[in-house]
């Protein structure tokens, strides 16, 4: 009986350490992809705005080479 419980104890303690593992894989691994998708989003909108920049300055100098 007391090696039954003994074991059972053991055996939970595993499992729990195992849950709290996993949680703890998942949620690192969820803030991880949120952090790049961030970081990407931001990329891409600094991306976008140079780019604008760019197209903008551009057919202004088209305009002013042609008026």
């Known amino acids: 009986m007391c090696l039954k419980i003994y074991f059972s104890s053991d055996f939970l303690i595993i499992r729990g350490s195992i849950f709290i593992f996993t ?3 998942i949620a690192s691994l969820h ?3 949120s ?3 961030l970081r990407l989003d931001i990329f891409l909108t600094v ?3 140079t780019k ?3 197209t903008y ?3 202004r ?3 002013k ?3």
């Open 23 to 25: 949680q703890f894989f």
């Open 31 to 33: 803030f991880f992809c």
């Open 35 to 37: 952090y790049n998708i």
């Open 47 to 49: 991306f976008w705005y």
């Open 61 to 63: 100098n088209k305009k």
């Open 57 to 59: 300055k551009h057919s």
């Open 65 to 67: 080479r042609h008026p």
């Open 52 to 54: 604008r920049v760019l």
